[in-house]
């Protein structure tokens, strides 16, 4: 394989990275709080295509629409139990509790599902596009499209509409946002809802050629973390560059060493990132406000 | 003997700790006896965690790793080289905590999520590493046929006795806990979990803090790997892994983050749980789940938490003065250190400092000096740079150019506990206070960093801790000054504003200063307050202390300050006797946007 051609591999991956991404970046801004259930609603998300694709022989791009209703409310849900009832603790408790639910969802897969992986319908249908020299799977390329038009669709809605004004202004400062008159614990829930749809549009791309287990959403969650932490805390356009970094680094680095190598390479050059740029790659040095 | 087993929440805890003995010694059945070994097992972990979790306030995510690490150490040291006991176990707690020593000092200075994420990192390098490395780790089948405990020929081989070990170690690691945290170098940490500018400002050297909990962390972990190593005969690289982290976080939330008795409540809690649940097979960890997450919703403050407040909601708080408070005179103010010493004029001066953050330049080039007992106000519109200069004088921001001069030591560099140990104290625009720590002990806290004694004098006090009330007698001294000693022994939390502005001045004050920085102490006071404030800052002049006002309310200053000091755009416009300075053509520019023909400034809040 070519390295370009591993590249590409490795954008259309992280397409569905960033999609994981910006739903938990989403979430850490209105919340300051790190949802850590987030990479265990990704494969939630797989599991309802699986389930969906089960009950109607549909390709799975016209049954997105659904997985992300159902995933909004799923996130809805999630907010309700882990965020509203300790939003006046200290974020770690939040932390915790995400943990928890996550520790739930899992081993309500592993009840419904198996422990086996599962592997949802193609987005559109199996096959592979050759382009000179390259091969692209149709599977990836669906998911660039997906992908590139939510995260259109969602800089439209943020930067053009009155509801994205809102979310902003609830993530910036939530006691202003509520002086003014926004209903801020609406707000948070509908980011909830919003964050969690887009991690199971995600689940459900990821779910074809990567299928869906139990366990899969932790490093799902680490992965996020890792994306919105490099990309710089709280920036969504970081998040979703930190996000294509990692899944680039992943595919180059482990055709040439094993997955588990290059896993371990990416925590380590993770670490050395922190240690020459402790404000993380695209963070500017700021002195702490005091 | 009865009032100490009545304070708090002793007798509960003790009732229970009595009926779990008992239950151990009479009832347990030896799969009962396994059981309870590994709550003991778990408690240790848990105790370490509060350290960095609970007490240093960092989201550390590599206490599995430490546990691990301390149990592949035992494992490869007895299974490989047939090591005894008294040399794994005490190699099993300074492995982790080597580990912690050399990763420390860059991780630690990383903000919360980056500190989290690398801690993660480290954890799961590991991780790989452990499996990865299978010639000396036994890859992912880890190591079997670990020995049990022998020491010095004694083996300790049956259940029984290997509980009654486990928990022995337990009870050291609390002890060692209760040490570390008591006394007035446990008090200082919760300040540090507060604010860690706040704790700095007052002498706290809050690196070395975080640095030590974070040790003492992984060598507790390191330790309890050891003991399961030992227990169950085996590791393997789930004892390195993230569900373990995930439960022993679990655990701390659950238990309590900062309390002795939380440890072994959560830890036992959470054991138990996952016995009781397994006769649902399948359903067990959703149950289990469910359940943690209820008790995390029902008890945020963890069960110990729970049922201090049940004892307050019961029989109302204890306000009973310590008795050194009650016994003998009210003590003298605070040591002035050396104020009768010849003093270098100026006591503190700033000369040409200029700081940028990116493209805006907060500090232009601004000088200015104070001398002893002087008190000056420092004036100028929002943004103006007033909050920022006193953030470079106390060490807070480092400038780019220029100097700071205090007491004849150049300070420019100093890291900002230093100066406050020379003797420099400050206040916060915003409140830093413990809300669950009487004023008191808030009060009490400014004297940890300086007559502290650190870590290991900590360890080292049995008995009543001097530090302690040597540090109230101050606290309570300084308390009075400003008029607050009524409500010395109140939780902070639930004082009204007012009463908090006076506590943050009454710490700063308890350090004994040489140069107080007030910023906006006046902000938020009604009128009367803020007359009762000003006499008693005037007071601090009167002894010899300078004071340096940072303030808006021009009418509280007229009161105060015998000189004016105005910065503008990070420039310091005017200076002199107040009158003149109000006057000021550029003043009344710069505070007012207006030309000069306004007579004077008005004496009157400008917001």
Known sequence: ?290 | MASWLLAGIRLPLLLGAAALIGYAVFFASPYDLRVLTLCGIYALLVLGFQFIFGHAGAVSLSQATFFGIGGYVTGILATRYGLPFLVTFPSSIAGPALLAVIVGVPVLKLEEHYFSLATLGIGLVVLLLAIQWSDVTGGTNGLAGIPAIEIAGFAVADRRSVLWFVWGVVALACLLAHQVTRGLHGRAYHLMRENREAAASLGLNVAELRFSAFVLSAAYGGAAGALMAHVIHVVSPENLDLTLMVTCLTMTVIGGRTRIAGAILGATLIVYLREWFRVLENYYMIAYGTVALAVLIAAPYGLVGALERLRVFLFGRSTAKPPVMTTGALPAAPRQSSVAAPTPEPLLAVDDVALAFGGVTALDGVSLACRQGEIVGLIGPNGSGKTTLLNVMSGLYSCQAGRVTFLAHDITAAPAYAIARLGLARTFQHIHLVDELSVLDNIAVARAGIDGGGLLRAIGTFGRDHRLDAARRIAWAAADRLGIAAFAMEPCGSLPYGTRRRVEVARAFATGPRVILLDEPAAGLNEQEQIDLAERIRSFGADGMTVLVVEHNLVFLAALAQRLICLDRGKVIASGLPEAVRREPAVIEAYLGLDADVPELALTEPS
């Open chain 1, 1 to 290: 394989m070519t390295f370009l051609q591993l590249v590409i591999n490795g954008v259309a991956l992280g397409a569905a990275y960033a999609l994981v991404a910006l739903g938990f970046v989403f979430i850490v801004n209105a919340t300051s709080a790190v949802n850590f259930a987030h990479g265990d609603l990704v494969m939630a998300g797989g599991y309802v295509a699986v389930g969906l694709g089960a009950l109607a022989p549909l390709p799975i791009l016209v049954l997105l629409p659904v997985v992300a209703a159902i995933m909004f409310a799923v996130g809805i849900a999630v907010a309700l139990v882990a965020y509203f009832p300790l939003a006046n603790r200290p974020p770690s408790t939040v932390f915790i509790s995400t943990l928890l639910c996550g520790i739930v969802l899992q081993n309500l897969f592993l009840v419904l599902f198996g422990p086996q992986a599962r592997a949802a319908p193609p987005l559109i249908k199996s096959g592979i596009v050759h382009l000179g020299g390259i091969e692209i799977s149709i599977q990836a390329l669906g998911t660039l499209g997906v992908a590139a038009a939510l995260i259109a669709l969602q800089y439209v809605v943020f930067m053009r509409t009155q509801i994205g004004r809102r979310l902003r202004a609830t993530a910036q400062d939530r006691q202003m946002a509520q002086a003014v008159g926004i209903r801020t614990s609406a707000v948070i829930a509908a980011t909830f809802g919003f964050g969690t749809a887009l991690a199971g549009v995600a689940g459900a791309l990821l779910a074809n050629q990567f299928f869906v287990y139990p366990t899969g959403g932790i490093s799902l969650s680490v992965y996020a973390y890792i994306a919105v932490v490099i990309g710089g805390w709280g920036s969504i356009a970081g998040a979703v560059i930190g996000a294509l970094m990692i899944s680039i680094f992943q595919v180059v680095v482990s055709a040439y060493v094993s997955y588990a190598v290059a896993t371990g390479l990416l925590y380590v050059s993770l670490l050395l990132i922190f240690f020459f740029r402790p404000q993380g790659i695209f963070g500017e040095l700021v002195q702490r406000r005091v």
